[in-house]
Every structure is written in structure tokens, then in C-alpha cells.
């Protein structure tokens, strides 16, 4: 597959020599005026043989495959010698300042400077005109099999649509297009669709709730990948009657490499100093807080007998009626560890040919005539009632148009003599799906690899992820998040993600999963096609060629041991608890993604120059000067510990800040990319530092002192989310508060606003409603009076939701007027409000009231608000409650408040 490696190498000239401000060095040594136009020729060549490649839709043709191989190699080789070359530039400049500092420039003279400014640009222009040469020969290569093809077609007289002028694809940006709405086309499509599965449901729900035994008991939902376990459990766990029946339930994905420290903290949920715990603290707190509680506990996806021992324990057997369901495809697991009653084991059945239709057509989304209906049910047949292949499958037919694409891909897939669904058959109508994305799509498919299995992927992270490896591009203005949308809701319409979390508006896809047998396509392809290594516990057969992307998921793995494939390794990739060892990275010197989850120490000063992307969590020490002082297309920073502080912005390319403090000084002309800045210290809020950065949309400050700073925030006109953090409290917010409220309200783009630890009056955040666009209002520990009353003139006319998290709200009194566009209401740790107003049955646009550690009467309230809404014909609008407040919750949680507002004031 060509795409990873054209689509890097088009970025990396973009970036390089392209760009308005390039590298300073390629502007001292005059490379690039002196290799203008072979630059832009090699740019444009490849820009058209990829779309080439794309048109074509010749993938099943071995000799169009043997020329993707080729194109990969040639612009993989490129790419490394472009940045090698300005590797050695950089360590050239290092050495030559150093010459000046030791007063030695006289040994080399004006001469010497300009004899290397040619060494350089000729050394250059060799890597350019030898790589336009290769891809020249290829694109020749590529039309002349391009028309030996279309003339067999003629010659059988068959009309190849993926090939006829009339039926051609549009380019990759074309085909990942979003609709003016703003999601794209099918995004109505994507909920779990669960068919053919009423009676499965029944079976289940009569072993969780019916049946007489008082004891613990382990059910098991056992099947092959992809036949739906995920989704039964979900549903069962979901069901009105398994949330009123059982006091608390719990959820956590275990997976194949199961982690138990990380089971318990899923387990455990959002819970105070959970994560600096042992795990004996961590077990003993989960046994706790289920001690004397009906409970039921899922454990998805579960593997081994051995992650069942490390939790066991922890469910105590109260004789209360307790359950434990597991999923699992091994049958000797649901064996093992369920009840030795077999009544509590349950085998998934394969769909009937007429529920598989009906999946189909539901996910297909087509309607058309009887044509398409003789054509698709030999496809459906073919998947052998695995629900997973139906839905992916019909996710590629979904994207086809007419009645002869239709036919061209249902003849690929029907060709096949199995008559069995095996892993290899299930393997096959993988890769057809996957060789039908569009290239650029299938670079952001492929790269969904690099996380862990079952990982639960974060929507706008993996979006600047893509953008740094340069597998996506943007269109005129458009930010990361928005390309990434555009992408990610493409992969969803076509069924190839799972999503586990969206917006606080419901409109955006937040965060996701991927399904265990597209996540292992992923890695194989990705292996393949020698993208990606693992490294694991057992790792000692390394690739034979050099790879671009490594991930670590095994602790006492030591990076040096990949000294081998360090020289076109481009991102590394550590998903670990604790990294017991440092990290040496002084190999990697092209690298331009890294991504470390805990913490970790970095062993001695190493400059990486083509560092695009770093996250880390737990750094030990400020990585700036040893990581990415001269990282001059830097893009996203985010970097989570102590005395993590960013010193200034002096990379144009720069777009995502995040880390504990950013106080320092601001470019001297105008920043053209910043987009976020997360963490921004309100002492240094200056408006000659603001100015420079006009096209922020996203900022978060940190109130470490009083002032009036937010008045600074006026020039920057295009900002849409604003989130605002008061802790520690002091009581001079109280006074502050209006001042702050009425510069906000100068932002008239604001969309989403945020409130973390405020101390104010309601009529304050009344006064918010004059905001135009104000879509998302966030206020979270706040210390507000407890009767909310909202007069009859105040309308939030344009939100659409609002979050009330740990308030102490008690008494509230609301209009259906006063939010006339609200669809969506979150109440979490509201521990003293008693009921939801009555007029929000008469909001026509509700949709969802979602309550978390809430009152058991505010529940009710809200269900009665859901009963008239469906009276009033809204039958979409639903209550989700969580972990609803027993009397013990209440008290602990009142005292935890008044603690938490007694340590927030400064003394």
C-alpha cells in the first residue's frame, strides 16, 4: 500500500520547503530557491499518481499491486533521505555555531560557506530528480497496464465500471466529505442495530434477574468474534428492567492482554486518589463499595482463567442475588469460571438467512428496487450470519451508488468456493472492505494499529496523531478536529469502529473503539505491509525491513533492542503503566511521533529535530530543551506532570498546547496555527502576548491569581470554547465574577463555556444567556446559592446542552421557555437537589436527562419528565441513570463536599 508513504512524503515537502516559514537553516544554506521547481514538480507528480492508483480500483490486478509495492518503496526511500539530509544540516549549523562561540570562524571563511550552501543543494537536487525520475517510470508504468486492462474488458465484452470515465471515483478529500450539517451522510445509521437477538435477550435478562438462586452467580455469553456478544451484554446491561433491579452495575473491557491493576481502576470508575493506589487498596476498595449491594458486574471480552482470578475476590457473594456476565470466545474460560449450573452458560447463535437480510438492509441503508435485493442476498449468504461481516460488508455497499458497482463487488466477493465461515474466509470480506476505502482512508484505517486492542481511541488525539504523520490533509482553514470528523465519521458509516462516546452536544463522535477482529486486520495488514512492529513479552524475531511505526505494551521491554529499525522509524508508541527503565531514544533520529501513556525518564539531551507530535504523561523532568528544542514543525504539545512547563512558541507549524502551566513568551509576530492552549497561567493573560495569537478557538485558563484578565481575551474574536478553572478558591471570585461574566460576553463566538470551582450568584450565570452561540454550558464544583430560580426573560435561545456536576443546587425553578432549544441535561453528584422541574417535559427538543450519583427522587422526577415527553409524542427522549445515591452515598458524598469546599478556600 502506496498511500502511508506518498501521502508522508507530499507532507514532509509541504513542511520542509514549502511551507511560508521554512526551517531556518534550509533558509540560510539558499536549498530551497536553488530547488524550486523540482520540488514542486516531485509534489505534483505524486499528488497525481496517487489519485491514479485511487481511480484505477485495480487492486485485485498483481500487477498494479507490485507497482503500489515500488511507489511505496521509492517515496519511503526519498522521504528518509530528504530528513536525513537535513539531520546532517542541523548537526552542520551546531557545529559551525559552535566554531563562532570558540572564536574559530576564521577557518572557514566566506568561501567555505558558499562551496557548502552548493555541496548541500546539489546533494538535494540528486534526492529530487532521481525520485521524479522513479515516479515517472512508474506512472508509465501504471497507464500502460491501465489500458492493457480496460482492453481485456473491451475484448470480453464486459463494461468495467471501475474503470469507465463516467463511474470514476473523485479524489480522497472528495470522498471523505461531510454534508453541510456537519456529520456525514449515513451518521444516522450508526447505533447498535441488535437482530434476530429477542430471544438471546430473554435467555439472558431470565438468568440475571429471574431465576430463583440467591448466590453470586457467573453467566457467560460465549461465541467467535464478530457474532455479537458485545452487543447483547450491552443491551442487557442498558435494559430499563436490569437498572431498576439491581442497586449498583459495573463494566469493564478486559481483552486478550489483560491488566488487572487496569481492571480494577475500570471497575472502580471516576474515584478519588484511585489511581496512586496499590492494587491490594484497589481490590479491597471495589469489595468495599459492592459489600452489601445487589451488584451486577460485565466483564467483556475475556480471555483467561487468570483474569478471572485476579478479580474474583473482589465480588463478595451476599446471597443477594448477585451476577457476574462475562463474554468470551473460549469456551474452556466460560467452562472454568462460570456457575456450574449449565443453565448459566449461553452459546450465540449465527443468524438465519432472514435476519441477516434484515441486518443488511438496515446498514446498507438502500431502498432501491428488486435488482439490488437479487444481487445483495447471495452477498449476505455468503457471510454465514456473522453479524460483524454483515455490518462491514454492507458499510462498503452502502458507499456504492449504482447497480453495475454493486454487481463488479458482489461477483469479488462471491467468487470464493468456501462454504464455510472460517478465519480466513472472515479475513477475506475484511480485506475486500478494506481494499475499497479510498487510499487516504485507508491510511487512517490502517494506523488504527498502533493502540492496544480495545483501546478506547480519542477522537480529536488521533486526529492531530494522523495529521503529524501526514496520512490526512486539510482543507483551507480547516482544523485537525475537523479533518479528523470528517474521516472518523467516514469510517463509522462504513462500519469499521465502534463508538463509545460522543460530545457533550451529541453531535461529534468523542471517542471510540475498534472491534477485536478489525483491530488484528489492522495490525497484520499494518505488518504486512512493514508499517507497524509490536513489541511484546516474547519479541525476538524483529521485521527484516525497517518499519515506521513501533508500540510497547510490555514493561520490561528496552527500546535500544530496536536499534535496527530505528533508522526509518518515524513514531514510537508506549502504552504502559509504569516504565520501569528509561527510555533511549538517541537512535531515532527521524522520529516525529511520541507517544508515552505513564511515566518515564529520558536519560540524556537528545534533540529530535523532525518531532511533530508529543504526549507524555508522567514526565519526570521539563523535556523541552532535551527533546525538541529545534523541532521546527512541531504541531502538538501535550505534556502532562510536574514542572512540565512550555517556554515559548517559536514553531510556526504549532497548533495544540496542553500542559500544567504555559506562561511563557508569546512569538513576536503573529502566530498563523495556534488553535488550542490548555493550561494557560491567568497571571501571564497579557493582551500584547494575546494579540499575537488571534486564531485561537480553544482555551483553558487556570485562575492563579484574581485579576481581571478575561477583559484581554476581547482579541481573540474567533474563540469558540472557553473553559475557566478558579482552583484554589478565594473569596475575591465572589466580587470578580460579573466583571468576568461581562468580558465573556464580548465573545461573540463562544460556543462552549466552562466553569470549574466558581464562587458566584445565579443571576451571574443568567446573564450568560446573552452569549448568541452559546451551544455547551459546563459548571462543575461550584459554590453557587442552592435555589436556582430563572426569571421569565432569561432564554439560553441556542443551547443545546448543559452540565451540573457536584453543585450544591437543591431547589430549582425553570420555564420550558428559558430553554427553548435543550437537548440534552447531565446532573453528576447533584447530592441535594430533589427534583427536576416539571417544565422540561415541555421542551419538544429533549432528548436525554443522563443522572450520575443523583438522589433517588431526582431520578423519578426525570422519568416522569421522560413518561410526558413520550405522551407528547417525543418517544426518542430517554433517562440514563448511574450509581444513584443510596442513603450510606448520601452522607459519604455531603461530607466529601464540605471537606472538598473547606480545602479549596486560600486561608
Not at 354 to 363: P, R, T, V
Not at 381 to 400: H, N, R, Y
Not at 610 to 615: A, D, E, I, P, S
Not at 855 to 878: C, R, T
Amino acid at each position: 500500500m502506496a498511500c502511508v508513504a506518498v501521502n508522508s512524503l507530499i507532507r514532509t515537502l509541504e513542511l520542509e520547503f514549502l511551507q511560508p516559514e521554512p526551517r531556518p537553516i534550509l533558509q540560510q544554506m539558499e536549498i530551497i530557491p536553488f530547488n524550486k521547481d523540482l520540488i514542486q514538480s516531485l509534489h505534483a507528480k505524486l499528488g497525481f499518481l496517487i489519485q491514479l492508483f485511487d481511480e484505477s480500483r485495480m487492486d485485485d490486478v498483481k500487477a498494479i499491486k507490485d507497482l503500489e509495492t515500488k511507489l511505496r518503496d521509492v517515496a519511503f526511500g526519498v522521504e528518509d533521505e530528504i530528513e536525513l539530509h537535513v539531520v546532517d544540516l542541523e548537526a552542520f549549523r551546531d557545529l559551525y555555531e559552535s566554531e563562532l562561540f570558540r572564536g574559530a570562524d576564521e577557518e572557514m571563511g566566506e568561501g567555505d560557506t558558499e562551496a557548502k550552501k552548493t555541496q548541500h543543494s546539489h546533494r538535494l537536487s540528486h534526492v529530487l530528480q532521481q525520485g521524479i525520475e522513479d515516479i515517472d517510470a512508474i506512472k508509465e508504468e501504471v497507464e500502460k497496464v491501465m489500458m492493457e486492462y480496460k482492453h481485456v474488458i473491451a475484448m470480453q465484452g464486459s463494461r468495467e465500471t471501475t474503470l469507465d470515465d463516467e463511474v470514476i471515483p473523485k479524489s480522497d478529500d472528495e470522498l471523505v466529505k461531510m454534508d453541510g450539517s456537519g456529520s456525514s451522510t449515513h451518521a444516522s445509521h450508526t447505533e447498535d442495530i441488535m437482530v434476530g437477538k429477542n430471544n438471546e435477550f430473554d435467555t439472558i435478562m431470565k438468568m440475571l434477574i429471574q431465576h430463583p438462586s440467591k448466590q453470586r452467580e457467573v453467566v457467560s455469553i460465549q461465541g467467535m468474534g464478530g457474532i455479537g456478544k458485545t452487543t447483547l451484554a450491552r443491551r442487557v446491561y442498558e435494559d430499563s428492567s436490569t437498572v431498576s433491579h439491581f442497586d449498583r452495575r459495573l463494566w469493564v473491557v478486559v481483552s486478550q492482554h489483560h491488566n488487572k491493576r487496569q481492571m480494577l481502576l475500570g471497575l472502580l470508575g471516576s474515584r478519588d486518589n484511585v489511581n496512586s493506589s496499590s492494587y491490594e487498596d484497589l481490590a479491597l476498595q471495589l469489595y468495599q463499595s459492592l459489600k452489601g449491594q445487589r451488584y451486577l458486574v460485565v466483564m467483556d471480552d475475556m480471555w483467561s482463567r487468570e483474569s478471572w482470578n485476579d478479580v474474583n475476590s473482589c465480588f463478595p457473594d451476599d446471597i443477594n442475588g448477585s451476577r457476574v456476565l462475562l463474554t468470551t470466545r473460549v469456551t474452556e474460560v466460560a467452562t472454568c469460571i462460570g456457575s456450574n449450573n449449565n443453565y448459566f452458560s449461553h452459546q450465540m447463535k449465527f443468524l438465519d438467512p432472514s435476519e441477516s437480510w434484515e441486518l443488511f438492509h438496515k446498514k446498507a441503508c438502500k431502498s432501491q428496487g428488486v435488482e439490488f435485493e437479487t444481487i445483495g442476498r447471495p452477498i449476505v449468504e455468503k457471510c454465514k450470519g456473522l453479524p460483524l461481516t454483515i455490518v462491514v460488508v454492507a458499510g462498503l455497499f452502502s458507499k456504492l451508488n449504482t447497480l453495475d458497482e454493486w454487481k463488479n463487488t458482489a461477483n469479488a466477493l462471491i467468487s470464493s468456493s468456501t462454504s464455510t465461515l472460517d478465519d480466513e474466509e472472515c479475513w477475506r470480506i475484511l480485506s475486500l472492505s478494506y481494499s475499497h476505502l479510498p487510499h487516504n482512508l485507508k491510511a487512517c484505517f490502517l494506523y488504527l494499529g498502533v493502540f492496544p486492542e480495545d483501546y478506547k481511541i480519542k477522537a480529536n488525539n488521533l486526529g492531530r496523531l494522523w495529521a503529524a504523520e501526514g496520512l490526512v490533509k486539510a482543507f483551507k482553514n480547516e482544523s485537525p478536529e475537523a479533518v479528523a470528523e470528517r474521516y472518523i465519521n467516514e469510517l463509522m458509516d462504513r462500519n469499521l469502529i465502534l463508538v463509545s462516546k460522543r460530545s457533550s452536544c451529541g453531535r461529534k463522535i468523542k471517542a471510540f473503539r475498534v472491534h477485536d477482529l478489525l483491530h488484528a486486520f489492522c495490525v497484520r495488514e499494518g505488518q504486512n505491509q512493514s508499517l507497524l512492529h509490536v513489541a511484546g513479552e516474547s519479541d525476538s524475531n524483529f521485521p527484516q525491513k525497517g518499519v515506521r511505526w513501533i508500540r510497547v505494551s510490555f514493561e520490561d521491554f528496552d527500546i535500544s533492542a530496536l536499534h535496527s529499525l530505528s533508522k526509518h522509524c518515524r513514531s514510537i508508541f508506549y502504552f504502559l503503566e509504569w516504565h520501569k527503565h528509561s527510555i533511549n531514544l538517541e537512535f531515532f533520529s527521524l522520529l516525529r511521533v511520541l507517544y508515552v501513556t505513564h511515566q518515564f525518564h529520558l536519560p540524556s539531551p537528545i534533540v529530535h529535530i523532525h518531532l511533530r507530535y508529543l504526549w507524555l504523561i508522567g514526565a519526570r523532568h521539563n523535556p523541552h530543551d532535551s527533546l525538541f528544542s529545534n523541532a521546527w514543525n512541531l504541531q502538538t504539545y501535550s505534556v502532562y506532570g510536574p514542572y512540565t512547563v512550555l517556554l515559548h512558541l517559536k514553531f510556526p507549524q504549532l497548533q495544540y498546547i496542553h500542559c500544567d502551566e504555559f506562561f511563557g513568551a508569546f512569538p513576536k509576530s503573529v502566530h498563523q496555527n495556534l488553535q488550542v492552549i490548555s493550561g494557560l497561567q491567568a497571571s501571564h493573560c497579557h493582551q500584547e502576548s494575546l494579540i499575537k495569537v488571534p486564531y485561537l478557538k480553544k482555551v483553558s485558563i487556570i485562575m492563579d491569581r484574581i485579576n481581571d484578565c478575561t477583559k484581554n481575551l476581547v482579541c481573540l474574536q474567533q474563540l469558540e470554547s472557553l473553559s475557566v478553572d478558579f482552583f484554589p478558591r478565594s473569596s475575591g471570585i465572589l466580587y470578580m465574577m460579573p466583571q468576568i461574566i461581562n468580558n465573556i460576553l464580548l465573545l461573540k463566538n463562544i460556543r462552549k463555556l466552562r466553569f470549574d470551582f466558581m464562587i458566584s450568584k445565579w443571576k451571574a450565570i443568567d446573564v450568560l444567556s446573552k452569549l448568541p452561540r452559546l451551544e455547551v454550558l459546563k459548571l462543575s464544583f461550584f459554590d453557587l446559592p442552592k435555589k436556582w430560580e430563572v426569571p421569565e426573560n432569561v432564554k439560553f435561545c441556542q443551547l443545546i446542552c448543559l452540565k451540573i456536576w457536584s453543585g450544591n443546587l437543591e431547589h430549582w425553578e425553570v420555564g420550558a421557555d428559558n430553554f427553548p432549544k435543550l437537548e440534552r441535561l447531565f446532573l453528576n453528584t447533584c447530592s441535594e437537589l430533589r427534583k427536576i422541574p416539571n417544565s422540561f417535559a415541555e421542551i419538544p427538543t429533549l432528548s436525554l436527562i443522563q443522572l450520575e450519583r443523583c438522589l433517588p427522587f431526582a431520578v423519578m422526577s426525570a422519568k416522569q419528565i421522560q413518561a410526558e415527553q413520550h405522551d407528547y409524542g417525543n418517544e426518542n427522549m430517554i433517562v440514563i441513570e448511574k450509581n444513584t445515591l443510596q442513603m450510606t452515598d448520601i452522607m459519604a458524598t455531603s461530607m466529601l463536599m464540605m471537606r472538598r469546599r473547606m480545602q479549596s478556600y486560600r486561608l
